[in-house]
């Protein structure tokens, strides 16, 4: 549990930087979509960026089960994370790769984020926490627990001028995780993503924007986006939004790459004008003993209601 004067201050603070989304049209192949991948992040660095940020399923955007499994790799042998490692030491940037495929066990895979040091190191991982298992009403049927084991840890890494927050496209949809990572002292969060077509009409502007009102944080989201090679159509608009709900930068729905300028003093600006992660308070709930809220966590044994 995260103390009032903890949530004051986001943890570093440094300069100004520039960061840039890349968004991509993952097909099927990983080695086309690593080749793909790496030429924007090369742009991206040529162009100042100190920090890239690519899109969820960067490696491959397979949806059956089987095609999956067949070119799964544990993350000790990925190709395309061992590439990625390789390019962040050459261009000595900070790369966050949204998450490629990688296989957690004999059945299940995770679909986990990498953020990458200048050095190629990996600095932190992070395990999508909620799975897409959804209908929508035009009768598409996602079932990403069939293939993906969820995550249970929420993750921050210190950058050298901000704390980044992790997450995943459908984890935009719970606020709590993103109120705990800005509790903890980050004053940007990563939201890659591979929207639908659908839902990302409908929802994919207001609820990052505000992720970021909300938090008092930059949010960053890398997409994909246009049709892909299976069948999968995907939004695109690719965001980087300041912690007052600006739109910085925005992709269309075609690859390629978005920049900005990420001042972190305008986290501390903005949560001193609306301090609302100091101001939030602990509360019970009082409902019928019947019903389950995942979200609710009892407080520990000692603590104060």
Not at 38 to 57: K, L, N
Not at 153 to 168: H, K, Y
Not at 183 to 192: W, Y
Request: proline content about 6%.
């Amino acid at each position: 549990m995260t103390s009032p004067s903890s949530s004051a201050t986001p943890a570093p603070l440094g300069a100004p930087f520039r960061a840039a989304l890349v968004q991509m049209r993952s097909g099927r192949d990983v080695a086309a979509n690593v080749a793909a991948a790496s030429a924007f992040i090369r742009e991206a660095a040529a162009a100042g960026a100190s920090y890239v940020q690519t899109p969820e399923m960067t490696g491959t955007m397979e949806e059956s089960r089987e095609k999956l499994f067949a070119v799964l790799h544990d993350e000790e042998s990925d190709p395309a994370l061992a590439a990625f490692r390789a390019l962040a030491a050459e261009l000595r940037i900070h790369l966050h790769i949204g998450s490629l495929a990688i296989r957690a066990s004999e059945h299940r895979a995770a679909n986990r984020a990498f953020l990458l040091g200048p050095d190629g190191a990996i600095r932190a991982r992070y395990d999508k926490i909620h799975m897409f298992d959804v209908t929508l009403p035009n009768g598409d049927v996602y079932r990403e627990s069939e293939a993906y084991r969820p995550g249970d840890l929420a993750v921050l890494a210190d950058l050298p001028q901000i704390r980044l927050g992790f997450s995943i496209c459908y984890d935009l949809r719970f606020p709590a995780l993103f109120r705990a990572l800005a509790e903890s002292g980050a004053g940007m969060i990563a939201v890659p993503a591979a929207f639908t077509r659908t839902t990302g009409e409908a929802h994919w502007h207001v609820l990052l924007r505000a992720r970021a009102i909300e938090t008092g944080s930059f949010v960053l989201a890398a997409a994909q986006g246009g049709v892909h090679e299976n069948g999968r159509h995907t939004f695109g608009h690719s965001l980087i939004i300041d912690p007052w709900g600006e739109i910085l930068a925005e992709a269309g729905t075609e690859p390629g790459v978005i920049h900005a300028e990420i001042d972190p003093a305008k986290v501390l600006a903005v949560r001193g004008r609306i301090p609302s992660l100091q101001n939030g308070r602990r509360f019970e709930l009082i409902a019928p003993s019947e019903v389950e809220y995942l979200h609710l966590v009892p407080p520990a044994a000692g603590d104060a209601a």
